[in-house]
């Protein structure tokens, strides 16, 4: 799939990998909508990349508001990337000295990370239907991210773990359903990257989590997050899997 000229949607496209996403796809000649409930981050973002970006301001868990999102997206151009980076985390155990953990909670993380990633999903891909295939038989591509947590998820990330494993989970039979319209469906699964949702953890935590990282020992950068979306818009072997970016961090249980 060819970036320069097309359409791009990215979700939590105002901060961390989404905002680094942005930016490489603009300077690769896509015409970028971002989308975030952060109105403040994402207006200055779209002004920083100027004419050939657009912020709107929607929550991703919120059909109409998606909907508005995607209809803006294809109104500047054939809409064929849809990169979902919206997302939110917590650590909370299932059991506390408060008792239960909440459902409302737990429910809130995964209707961000998961239902709000399939609502962006279905939207696009139903813009992205009737696009002209390209010479591959291509009219879209969807870049979904998961997480290493999806598959080895630590102690205090029930909610988090079990949204991105729904997310890795639902990358294959998206592919497969999607793959009569000539539509691509890929997620990534990055480990720990410097993000705010990362640098809001204690200094002693994000140090002991770059020393878990065999090589190399550091954070993670969104620009090597948006380097292999870059790679899987532009490959179209790759469909229907997860790929981990991360280092070869194996987390532990803490």
Known sequence: MHIA???ALVTGGASGLGAGVARHLVALGARVTIV????????????ELGAQAQFVAADVADAEQMRSAVEAAAAVGDLR????????ATAERTLSKEGPLPLERFTRVIAVNLTGTFNAVRLAAAVMASNTPNDDGERGVVVC???IAAFEGQIGQVAYSASKAGVAGMTLPLARELARYGIRVVSIAPGTFDTPMLAGLPEAAITALTQQVPFPSRLGRPAEFAALVQHVIENPMLNGTTIRLDGALRMGPR
Do not use: F, P, Q, R
């Not at 975030?36 to 779209?46: I, P, R, S």
């Not at 990337?81 to 939110?88: E, Q, T």
């Open 5 to 7: 000229g097309s359409s």
């Open 36 to 47: 975030d409930v952060n109105h403040e981050a994402g207006a200055a973002l779209a002004e």
């Open 145 to 147: 991210t998961a997480s």
């Open 81 to 88: 990337i849809l990169v979902c980076c919206a997302g939110i």
